[in-house]
């Protein structure tokens, strides 16, 4: 037998889903507060040594953070690389958007205290913010829009193909469902940061970030329930027609999809996943109460349950279709025809036994040697060494 045969191909296709789901949530987790403190920025610091309060409590993190974007990318480009093409395809514009909003953190984090000046400083201060908070709208536009359905099709030899201009395919992204998901996103994002600033800042800093992060909370919790119920009623799901080969070619064209009906019937078809947006909406309540008593551990985990359910509902929700169609639901990519081939998922599975675990340590110890509270006076004292 040959060695990758011990696992077979359908098995192989759900792992690199889950552990593409994985990624994602490790990237929200991780660089969500990064990038909350950077919208929560220009509002929590009311003085320069404040805001580099703030900074510097991502300061040291915020690279290695990111780097599950990284991963998250490439895994998407190795596992399932007919939604690499068709993702990047059809949301090239927003791709460059989140990638130059990107740009502006490391610059904003390096150039920011090179100055003395104000205007130099709060200029940055507003990149820093712009770097946080476009990233997380459009991540929420583009989960949103997944969940419609994309406007496009592939032809006989499997090439993606998009109706309208780039520009038009921009806007397009911006429909009201779509910018609910954005919203959300954001709402969940600075909670998520609050929830860091009140672990990792002490004094008006991390008092004013709990009050931000409070109503954060509540408009996270409002919008991803009526998210949900428009889900519901108001958008259309997609569901196979024909015989699914679970461990076939990957060729979306082999098999029949159609649109209709509710996302929420696959509650009905599997009722355990409704555990996943339970601790979404539990999430943000406990930590809503959180930020309000002032608690710090607890609240950041509460914060992370709440991320971490309501982005695997997402895909327990869909499973098993990731990028549908809208205008040919034949051409929607699933777990069972968008992969890559049964030797390579089995190669990168055996890569990522071997190397996720270092980075999981690696980071654990990265956070131990970082663990505590950035104050004034350390900002103050070491001046010129940090942010």
């Not at 990237?27 to 929590?44: I, N």
């Not at 969940?188 to 004094?203: P, V």
């Amino acid at each position: 037998m040959i060695l990758h045969e011990l696992i077979s191909l359908d098995v192989l296709r759900v792992i690199w889903w889950v552990l593409l789901g994985v990624l994602l949530i490790g990237f929200a987790l991780t660089d969500g507060f990064d990038m909350g403190v950077g919208a929560l920025l220009p509002f929590v610091g009311k003085t320069d040594t404040e805001r580099r309060i703030a900074i510097n409590t991502v300061g040291p993190v915020w690279e290695g953070n990111q780097v599950w974007f990284i991963l998250g990318g490439g895994a998407i480009f190795a596992a399932w690389p007919p939604l690499y093409a068709m993702s990047f395809s059809g949301f090239y514009l927003a791709m460059f958007v989140v990638l130059a909003a990107l740009i502006l953190r490391p610059v904003g984090f390096k150039y920011r205290s090179k100055r003395e000046s104000a205007t130099w400083r709060s200029a940055w201060d507003w990149a820093l913010f712009v770097g946080g908070f476009v990233p997380a709208l459009i991540f929420g536009v583009a989960v949103g829009n997944v969940l419609q359905g994309v406007p496009f099709h592939l032809t006989p030899d499997l090439l993606p193909v998009y109706e309208g201009s780039v520009a038009g395919k921009f806007f397009g992204l911006l429909n009201p469902f779509a910018l609910l998901a954005g919203v959300v996103s954001v709402a969940m994002i600075i909670m998520h940061g609050a929830a860091w600033l009140g672990l990792k800042a002490e004094g008006p800093v991390a008092a004013r970030a709990r009050a931000f992060g409070l109503y954060a909370a509540g408009v996270a919790f409002v919008g991803y329930s009526l998210a949900g119920i428009w889900l519901a009623f108001g958008v259309d799901s997609y569901a196979f027609t024909s015989e699914v080969v679970a461990n076939g070619h990957a060729n979306p064209l082999h098999t029949e999809v159609a649109k209709g009906g509710s996302w929420l019937t696959a509650y009905a078809t599997r009722p355990w996943i409704i555990i996943a947006p339970a601790m979404g909406l539990g999430g943000m309540v406990m930590a809503a109460m959180g930020l309000r008593a002032g608690r710090e551990v607890g609240t950041l985990l509460w914060s992370k349950l709440a991320l971490f359910g309501v982005i695997s509902s997402v895909g327990l929700t869909m499973f098993p279709f990731i990028l549908p169609s809208s205008t040919d639901p034949k051409s929607s990519l699933t777990v069972w025809d968008a992969s890559s081939s049964h030797l390579t998922l089995f190669v990168m599975l055996v890569v990522t036994l071997i190397f996720m675990p270092i980075i999981l340590l690696y980071t654990a110890w990265v956070y131990k040697v970082l663990w505590g509270k950035v104050t004034e006076d350390d900002v103050i004292a070491e001046h010129g060494n940090m942010y």
